[in-house]
């Protein structure tokens, strides 16, 4: 890939672009000291950590016509999800933040004309704050992933600019009913679809278990064609979103298994029938899938669904974690117990815990884990859980589906699909996967069907189907590219450390959940001799360079720097060392070529220092 210059999207030129370019160790550096040198070129960002720019001009002018001077806002797709953050903010905040602290709920003024095939119930909150409680917002934002996407921003900014958008209250009485929110247009869904929530003045569902129905009613054709029209000649759009309630099924079914060819939206008959064995699981349905719109919003969502599925315990945290992971356990409930190592030794000590009478809600765990590429004994991990009674969360994104079928050991399985699911860096996406035959599945659903909302904005579907397509022929090209990487830093003396599932301790544990077809997956970690070492090797490779992962293009970044730069000496406690580079393998031809350039610029430090 060519150089992409600092604060540059990455991809380059992508307006929903999810990395944005840091291509110098020092860059990185400048970002999290918030240098302006840095920041101020930044026309992107990772969503939850950087609020899009198409956001921020969306929460500008709701401040300038509903707000006050001295108020931000921050947005989101749903009330509840507004209410939410307001709560969050009540509780973590000091009493001094708390003024001038409110929810805006802009709905469609029933006064106004709206054009043809205007979505019926267009709606959009915002939480107000000042700029002592925003801070605190913001950490909700990143924390839950409840914030709404750039492309919802930019269809209500629309409509908002054009007055047909006013605050909930001052519409008259009998307004339209407003719990639909964030489901995309109500011409886009179908009553069939697990994920429409909208019986019920709360999001349920009424306990209704939903068939998979596809085709729209006859009436409904007209209508659709009538919105796809106006949203593309109004908003210039060019997607079909008629066919999202196909493109969400298509992609629950590539996540079970069973969708692996391309496929033509428009006809339901190109869509396969769920396998009841799907990834080797019996009873396995596809409305056992939900769609949300990160994949922290998956962890956030299940650890929510679990606290009213169960008694409120304290959760475990197992093995080092994806940052926002253990942030969540421990800000939302009554906490959580770390094990950072995520060892046969932790185990060890939690199964002490548990024959001394401790009680836990679930334990929490990566497969592999990010960044050592270390994997939980899941094994030993159901055992426990089937004795002592907690329940299984597993986020798979680093193995993905293709490679490990972690399904049976786990009572739920998550996944960001931003990753190599997409691809595409341009479109979040996320996955909740309720294992059929846990014995918590009957209490996770009820509370799934009473409270679970459909946040996945339409826009967002289209693309993250479209990209999804050639899923499974990408990942077999990113393992084997992946091997080959590994086996250039393995035989290079500066290189320290090689973290990867293959080359692993924990590697049996891998093996327990390998797909006989699977690989070892497209992400691994190195160390260098010294850091300076790893600054050359970082400045001088000749990747994309920003956060994330899971590209179809390779990417390189300072990991440990980026996510833990405030606690480096807590990282480095649990053997995650501040110079480690992390490397999310791509698609190139070429890549053995450019990594051994890379090392050939660390070896000019050596000589330099000899």
């Given at each position: 890939?060519?150089?992409?210059?600092?604060?540059?999207?990455?991809?380059?030129?992508?307006?929903?672009?999810?990395?944005?370019?840091?291509?110098?160790?020092?860059?990185?550096?400048?970002?999290?000291?918030?240098?302006?040198?840095?920041?101020g070129?930044?026309?992107?960002?990772?969503?939850?950590?950087?609020?899009?720019?198409?956001?921020?001009?969306?929460?500008r002018?709701?401040?300038?016509?509903?707000?006050?001077?001295?108020?931000?806002?921050i947005?989101f797709?749903t009330?509840?999800?507004?209410?939410?953050?307001?709560?969050?903010?009540?509780?973590?905040?000091?009493?001094?933040?708390?003024?001038?602290?409110?929810?805006?709920h802009?709905?469609?003024?029933?006064?106004?004309?709206?054009?043809?095939?205007?979505?019926?119930?267009p709606?959009?909150?915002?939480?107000?704050?000042?700029?002592?409680?925003f801070?605190?917002?913001?950490?909700?934002?990143?924390?839950s992933g409840?914030?709404?996407?750039?492309?919802?921003a930019?269809?209500?900014?629309?409509?908002?600019?054009?007055?047909?958008?006013?605050?909930?209250?001052?519409?008259?009485?009998?307004?339209?009913?407003?719990?639909?929110?964030?489901?995309?247009?109500?011409?886009y869904r179908?009553?069939a679809?697990?994920?429409?929530?909208?019986?019920?003045?709360?999001?349920?569902?009424?306990?209704?278990?939903?068939?998979?129905?596809?085709d729209?009613?006859?009436?409904e054709?007209?209508?659709?064609?009538?919105?796809?029209?106006?949203?593309?000649?109004?908003?210039?759009?060019?997607?079909?979103?008629?066919?999202?309630?196909?493109?969400?099924?298509?992609?629950?079914?590539?996540?079970?298994?069973?969708?692996?060819?391309?496929?033509?939206?428009?006809?339901?008959?190109?869509?396969p029938?769920?396998?009841?064995?799907?990834?080797?699981?019996?009873?396995?349905?596809?409305?056992?899938?939900?769609?949300v719109?990160?994949?922290?919003?998956a962890?956030?969502?299940?650890?929510q669904?679990?606290?009213?599925?169960?008694?409120?315990?304290?959760?475990i945290?197992?093995?080092f974690?994806?940052?926002?992971?253990?942030?969540?356990?421990?800000?939302?409930?009554?906490?959580?117990?770390?094990?950072?190592h995520?060892?046969?030794?932790?185990?060890?000590?939690l199964?002490?815990?548990?024959e001394?009478?401790?009680?836990?809600?679930?334990?929490?765990?990566?497969?592999?884990?990010?960044?050592l590429l270390?994997?939980?004994?899941?094994?030993?991990?159901?055992?426990?859980?089937?004795?002592?009674?907690?329940?299984?969360v597993?986020d798979?994104t680093?193995?993905?589906?293709v490679?490990?079928?972690?399904?049976?050991?786990?009572d739920?399985?998550?996944?960001?699909?931003?990753?190599?699911?997409?691809?595409?860096?341009?479109?979040?996406?996320?996955?909740?996967?309720?294992?059929?035959?846990?014995?918590?599945?009957?209490?996770?659903?009820?509370?799934?069907?009473?409270?679970?909302?459909?946040?996945?904005?339409?826009?967002?579907?289209?693309?993250?189907?479209r990209?999804s397509?050639d899923?499974?022929?990408?990942?077999?090209?990113?393992?084997?590219?992946?091997e080959?990487?590994?086996?250039?830093?393995?035989?290079?003396?500066?290189?320290?450390?090689?973290?990867?599932?293959?080359?692993?301790?924990?590697?049996?544990?891998?093996e327990?959940?390998?797909?006989?077809?699977?690989?070892?997956?497209?992400l691994?970690?190195?160390?260098?001799?010294?850091?300076?070492?790893?600054?050359?090797?970082?400045?001088?490779?000749?990747?994309?360079?920003?956060?994330?992962?899971?590209?179809?293009f390779?990417?390189?970044?300072?990991y440990?720097?980026?996510?833990?730069?405030q606690?480096?000496?807590?990282?480095?406690?649990?053997?995650?060392?501040?110079?480690?580079?992390?490397?999310?393998?791509?698609?190139?031809?070429?890549?053995?070529?450019?990594?051994?350039?890379?090392?050939?610029a660390?070896?000019?430090?050596?000589?330099?220092t000899?």
């Amino acid at each position: 890939m060519p150089s992409i210059e600092l604060g540059d999207s990455i991809p380059p030129n992508t307006a929903h672009a999810v990395s944005v370019s840091l291509p110098t160790w020092r860059s990185n550096i400048g970002y999290e000291e918030g240098e302006q040198w840095v920041l101020g070129v930044m026309v992107t960002g990772y969503p939850r950590f950087f609020i899009h720019k198409s956001i921020q001009a969306f929460g500008r002018d709701i401040v300038a016509k509903h707000g006050s001077a001295n108020q931000q806002a921050i947005l989101f797709p749903t009330k509840k999800t507004a209410n939410r953050c307001i709560e969050f903010i009540r509780d973590k905040a000091p009493e001094s933040a708390l003024t001038d602290l409110d929810v805006l709920h802009l709905v469609l003024d029933p006064t106004k004309k709206a054009p043809a095939g205007l979505p019926d119930t267009p709606s959009i909150s915002a939480v107000l704050c000042t700029s002592e409680s925003f801070p605190f917002a913001k950490q909700y934002w990143q924390h839950s992933g409840d914030g709404v996407s750039s492309r919802r921003a930019e269809f209500y900014h629309a409509l908002f600019k054009e007055n047909m958008l006013v605050p909930e209250d001052t519409v008259s009485s009998s307004p339209r009913p407003l719990n639909k929110l964030g489901r995309g247009p109500k011409r886009y869904r179908r009553t069939a679809s697990v994920d429409d929530t909208t019986n019920g003045s709360n999001g349920a569902n009424n306990n209704r278990q939903y068939p998979v129905t596809l085709d729209p009613p006859a009436d409904e054709v007209t209508d659709t064609l009538e919105s796809s029209r106006f949203l593309e000649e109004r908003y210039g759009r060019n997607l079909d979103l008629s066919l999202v309630p196909n493109a969400k099924s298509a992609i629950r079914r590539r996540i079970a298994g069973v969708l692996t060819t391309d496929i033509d939206l428009e006809s339901t008959a190109a869509l396969p029938t769920m396998d009841s064995n799907a990834r080797g699981i019996s009873n396995f349905k596809e409305d056992d899938i939900y769609l949300v719109p990160c994949g922290m919003n998956a962890i956030f969502t299940t650890h929510q669904t679990l606290l009213k599925a169960r008694k409120p315990e304290k959760s475990i945290n197992f093995g080092f974690p994806y940052v926002d992971t253990l942030k969540i356990l421990q800000k939302f409930g009554p906490g959580a117990i770390f094990y950072g190592h995520g060892s046969s030794a932790d185990l060890d000590d939690l199964e002490k815990r548990l024959e001394a009478g401790e009680k836990f809600l679930g334990l929490f765990c990566e497969f592999p884990g990010n960044p050592l590429l270390t994997c939980p004994d899941l094994t030993r991990i159901r055992r426990l859980a089937d004795k002592y009674d907690f329940a299984v969360v597993v986020d798979e994104t680093v193995g993905n589906f293709v490679n490990v079928n972690v399904l049976p050991f786990a009572d739920v399985v998550v996944s960001s699909l931003t990753k190599i699911f997409s691809g595409d860096c341009n479109v979040m996406g996320g996955s909740i996967i309720l294992n059929p035959n846990s014995r918590y599945y009957a209490s996770l659903k009820r509370v799934m069907t009473a409270e679970f909302e459909d946040t996945y904005w339409a826009e967002d579907v289209i693309f993250m189907e479209r990209n999804s397509r050639d899923f499974i022929s990408r990942i077999d090209r990113v393992n084997a590219n992946a091997e080959a990487i590994c086996e250039v830093l393995v035989a290079h003396p500066l290189v320290t450390n090689v973290y990867y599932p293959k080359y692993n301790e924990s590697r049996p544990n891998y093996e327990a959940c390998k797909l006989p077809t699977g690989g070892y997956g497209g992400l691994l970690s190195c160390t260098l001799k010294t850091k300076a070492h790893a600054m050359a090797f970082y400045d001088a490779i000749e990747t994309a360079k920003g956060p994330s992962l899971g590209t179809n293009f390779t990417l390189t970044s300072p990991y440990v720097v980026l996510a833990h730069y405030q606690e480096l000496d807590w990282a480095a406690s649990f053997g995650v060392n501040p110079d480690l580079l992390r490397i999310s393998v791509g698609l190139e031809e070429d890549l053995v070529d450019i990594f051994k350039k890379a090392l050939k610029a660390a070896e000019a430090v050596q000589e330099d220092t000899e």
